[in-house]
């Protein structure tokens, strides 16, 4: 469940991502009664089994829910929450298709439990929220081309990038990119090339321009503005 609005007396909109249906918006009804058989479980984070009810309009009804991961490390830790949610808003804004994309659906399962495994204390760390962002571009489709400039083919002498070309431009393509230093490219082949636990280390200047390479691509092609990583 990526987030959820209170509505009417006692309902809830539940804005979920599905491993079978993509993006899919529910209703639960009487959620938010004391006595409801739906408990605490329909919050964000939580990994639930979901029983729904396809009905005429755009909603599907809750009927039955059982929880598969209720992540309460996660819940309980403030960075990990903080990057957990921003990671959830992410998915909202960019896979916004009923249609099934198991990358991204098990690339944010990971994600969330890696911020609430006891043995990852620094998952919660802006690597790795940069490493996920990177990650989620690609199984989105929107991955910038980092191995050669994105607008002439040119594999040396690279150094900018650019959101509007959609990857690395090569010195004599650089109008309207800003430079992109060695190690935030090498930040983001690593990221694509590793699993999310092993996030590459960089300084922050590095995380700051991955952070705006990963941003003006998705703007550019996807046009969604996410909000900062971390
Ligand atoms: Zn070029």
């Known amino acids: 469940m990526l987030r959820g609005i209170r509505y009417g007396e ?32 329909l919050e ?18 809750v009927t ?3 929880t598969v991961d209720g992540y309460p490390r996660l819940r309980s830790c403030g960075p990990a929450l903080s990057v957990g949610a921003r990671a959830c808003d992410a998915v909202l804004r960019l896979l916004d298709a009923a249609e099934p ?7 944010l399962c990971r994600y969330l439990a890696l911020l609430d495994d006891p043995a990852e204390p620094e998952a919660a760390r802006l690597e790795v929220a940069l490493s996920f962002r990177v990650k989620l ?24 990038f650019s959101g509007a070309a959609g990857g690395v431009v090569c010195a004599s393509c650089e109008a309207g990119s800003f ?21 590459p280390a960089a300084e922050p200047r590095a995380l700051r321009q991955v952070e705006r390479a990963v941003g003006e691509t998705l703007e550019h092609h996807a046009h969604v503005q996410l909000r900062s990583a971390a």
């Open 10 to 41: 006692a309902d809830r909109i539940l804005h979920l991502y599905s491993r079978q249906r993509g993006r899919i918006g529910a209703i639960a009804k009487g959620v938010r009664k004391p006595r409801s058989r739906f408990g605490g479980r």
């Open 64 to 66: 039955g829910v059982t």
């Open 179 to 199: 430079p992109l230093s060695e190690e935030a490219h090498r930040f983001m082949v690593e990221s694509l090339a590793r699993p999310l636990a092993e996030a």
């Open 137 to 160: 571009a690609l199984a989105a489709g929107f991955a910038p081309e980092l191995a050669s400039c994105a607008r002439c083919g040119e594999a040396e002498h690279l150094a900018g």
């Open 101 to 107: 994309n198991p990358p991204a659906y098990n690339l």
């Open 44 to 61: 964000p984070f939580f990994r639930l089994d979901l029983v729904l009810h396809e009905g005429r309009g755009d909603l599907f009804t």
